[in-house]
């Protein structure tokens, strides 16, 4: 991922992206206050979105390079409007603790 360099590193019967990752794991699997374990939970920070082509001003069609006639824009294929993926964050750990508690590191 980043530029840090980590080995991946197997606790408990699992595989872990580095050292200290696995460490915090076997700590919590060893808290008693803990109740529940849930590993890399994904969190959708924003939806799926539609924007605006910037290569046919949303119209769906630019200019040929060739003929300079009308045809299909191939950035967005002809809708003017061009889809970005949804922004995710993928969590190492959400912690339940046996008072209700819920935290995600």
């Known amino acids: 991922m980043g530029k840090i360099k980590s080995r991946k590193t197997i606790a408990g019967g699992l595989v872990f992206d580095s050292?200290?990752?696995a460490e915090?794991?076997?700590y919590l699997?060893?808290?008693p206050n803990v109740k529940h374990i849930e590993i890399q939970p994904k969190y959708i920070l924003l939806d799926s979105f539609k924007?605006?082509?910037?290569?046919?001003k949303g119209e769906g069609?630019?200019?040929s390079p060739k003929t300079?006639?009308?045809?299909k824009c191939r950035t967005c294929e002809?809708?003017?409007k061009k889809s970005r993926q949804a922004w995710t964050y993928k969590?190492?750990?959400?912690?339940?603790?046996m008072n209700g508690y819920r935290r995600s590191n």
């Open 24 to 26: 915090h794991y076997l």
């Open 78 to 80: 002809g809708e003017g």
């Open 51 to 56: 924007i605006r082509c910037s290569k046919c």
């Open 19 to 21: 050292q200290t990752e």
């Open 91 to 97: 969590a190492d750990f959400k912690v339940t603790y």
């Open 61 to 63: 069609k630019t200019p």
């Open 29 to 31: 699997t060893n808290n």
């Open 68 to 71: 300079e006639w009308m045809i």
